[in-house]
């Protein structure tokens, strides 16, 4: 392009987790129409603008209507990067359309291939899970919780590092994973790994990075550096956690940084607790440019069936049954409102509904509807007090403002008057016939107030508590696993529905009442249903519901996402816990879905 001026100038940003257009006074306005081919894109200064590299991967072809396209320049390091995404993206689409001639590493052929110090035992699906990894080169491990998937990644780790394709790895994990990776790199590794947690400072001796979702978007510059300072393997450790994707804070730092990886893994039992819009996030993180078109492409028409059959190659899964898991006694158990109960829920639905009608697109307001009406279903006591400042950032909601001349403010002032709400009574039944028969309890119950007031009703049974504010959150869990006076933990998904193992000592599960998140319920449940169970084991799980409430509604919604999450993942276990037995007795995770069953249980309460 010797003696060609550049209109178009095409490299890294300051920041260099984005792509910089910098053009010339003439083509101000083609610079602003071709922005309009990237939906995050935005003008950054006069003549130049700042684009996410996922999107300038898979918006690519728009480049050809340049009008001088003889006279597009590239920066040399962001040319190679780009061009590697293009061949990864190549190369998964050969895998997708069956062209790829077989594995690279066959599952007999890992023990091989891993490096002289790795001493750690592998079971036969994870040799198989390992081996198709490392063919993928980048690749997604969706396998169930309890499947081994961290050492899985370590081993493909070993086997990278041997061949030389990386040195070093970068894990993104929620903080309650941090033990589980050191532990899994002192037992597979003779000489154990440096595995560092990143505090501000990233060392460059360190064999593995771990840093939390939450700090990630906060230090993007000094991750960066760490990444560009040697060949660097990125694993997203419960990828889940970033499914918005680039409209979210923890998808937009993982996908700004993914790019700049010699390989990438994601890591989750529950890559599509919603819909196809969160796997499309997951895969368009291993491969910019390609995997979110390849999972709309793969849904497209709505058969699942199809569509399990056409992503199956880009992603490896062990499943519950592949566990050899007994499998799970899951029962609902509906109870009935008594009279004032019923007439403060009927109020609020009647309180709600126009509201609701009126702000459908506006998903705060009625998330935090949504949660009122759990409460109530609940106990109409959680009403009146407010979010406390443990309450997870997802169900802070304020107390409910009722003014005296409504009628629900005379309701709300009988509760003096009020018996023990009946799920709190189902719940004291379940401890107590547990604890007598020499079984403990995991009891769930998403609010904090509502955990304070079964802390107090279970008193006789000692119970542990772990929610939020919970500052001895370890001795908790030990108490509750060694002490044979504990009976009872108390917590609630979002606390402890991920990164601890209750299995050994726990068989029995309450769920006092459920969001619509679907990853979140599954992963709660594999808290205590995970390998390691003695064989003959039994799994217990209950269901509170109050009948004709939002807790029907709930039930319904999760029912449809499991069934839609296990014909996606071609694993029946998954969709038969969304239907439970009948026995006697983002907020809430809502998607327009959810809207639309609420609001039709709502206009069929105010009929009734």
Not at 55 to 60: A, M, S, T, V, Y
Not at 367 to 381: D, E, F, K, Q
Not at 436 to 458: H, P, Q
Request: charged residues 25%; aromatic residues 6%.
């Amino acid at each position: 392009m010797a003696g060609i001026q550049p209109t178009l100038v095409i490299g890294f940003d300051l920041t260099r987790t984005q792509a910089k257009l910098e053009t010339v006074s003439r083509h101000r306005e083609s610079l602003a129409s071709l922005l309009a081919a990237f939906p995050s894109g935005q003008m950054t200064e006069r003549l130049a603008a700042a684009v996410p590299i996922d999107e300038f991967i898979e918006g690519l072809e728009s480049l050809t209507g340049w009008p001088e396209p003889e006279s597009v320049a590239w920066e040399g390091t962001f040319r190679n990067l780009v061009m590697a995404m293009i061949r990864d993206a190549e190369r998964s689409e050969r895998f997708l359309t069956g062209a790829e001639d077989g594995l690279v590493v066959h599952a007999d052929e890992v023990a091989d291939e891993l490096e002289p110090d790795w001493c750690g035992d592998l079971t036969a699906f994870q040799q198989r899970d390992v081996a198709k990894l490392v063919s993928l080169g980048h690749g997604a491990n969706f396998s169930v919780p309890g499947a081994g998937k961290t050492r899985v990644a370590l081993a493909a780790f070993s086997i990278f590092r041997k061949r030389g394709t990386v040195r070093r790895l970068l894990v993104v994990c929620p903080k309650s994973a941090y033990g589980a990776w050191r532990e899994e790199g002192e037992k597979c590794f003779t000489d154990g790994l440096d595995v560092q947690v990143f505090g501000g400072r990233a060392s460059l001796a360190a064999d593995v990075l771990l840093v939390n979702y939450e700090r990630l978007g906060r230090s993007l510059g000094l991750i960066t550096d760490w990444l560009e300072s040697a060949p660097t393997m990125m694993v997203l450790d419960e990828a889940h956690r970033m499914k918005l994707g680039t409209a979210g804070v923890y998808g937009a730092a993982c996908m700004a940084l993914g790019p700049l990886s010699s390989i990438r893994m994601i890591l989750t039992g529950t890559p599509a607790p919603n819909g196809p819009k969160d796997l499309e996030s997951l895969l368009a993180f291993v491969w910019p440019g390609r995997g979110k078109r390849a999972v709309t492409q793969a849904i497209d028409g709505g058969n699942l069936v199809y569509a399990s059959r056409a992503l199956k190659p880009l992603y490896t899964r062990t499943t519950k049954h592949e566990l050899g898991l007994p499998p799970v006694s899951l029962a609902t158990r509906m109870v009935g409102l008594p009279p004032l109960h019923r007439e403060i829920y009927d109020a609020i639905v009647g309180n709600f509904s126009s509201r609701a009608e009126r702000s459908r697109s506006d998903f705060d307001a009625l998330g935090r509807s949504v949660l009122r009406l759990i409460m109530a279903a609940t106990s109409p006591a959680l009403l009146s007090e407010g979010a406390t400042r443990y309450e997870p950032l997802s169900l802070q909601v304020p107390p409910l403002e009722v003014p005296p001349n409504d009628p629900l403010y005379s309701l709300l002032g009988s509760l003096s008057e009020y018996e023990m709400p009946p799920k709190y009574q189902e719940v004291l039944a379940i401890v107590k016939e547990n604890s007598e028969n020499g079984r403990k309890t995991l009891v769930w119950a998403s609010f904090v107030r509502s955990i304070m007031t079964l802390e107090a009703l279970l008193a006789d049974f000692k119970p542990a508590v772990v929610h939020g504010g919970t500052l001895d959150r370890d001795d908790q869990i030990q108490t509750f696993r060694n002490d044979p006076d504990c009976s009872v933990l108390i917590s609630n998904p979002a606390t402890l529905g991920e990164g601890i193992s209750l299995h050994q000592v726990c068989h029995d599960a309450v769920y006092v009442d459920r969001d619509f998140q679907a990853g979140r319920f599954l992963q709660s449940l594999d808290r205590i249903h995970r390998l390691g169970l003695a064989p003959g084991t039994e799994t217990r799980v209950t269901i509170l519901a109050a009948r004709s409430t939002v807790d029907e509604v709930v039930a319904m919604r999760l029912n449809e996402k499991l069934e839609f999450m296990g014909k996606i993942l071609d694993d029946a276990s998954v969709q038969q816990l969304g239907d439970p037995f009948e026995e006697p007795s983002a907020i809430a995770g809502m998607d327009a879905a959810d809207i639309d069953a609420l609001l039709a249980h709502i206009r069929s309460a105010r009929s009734s």
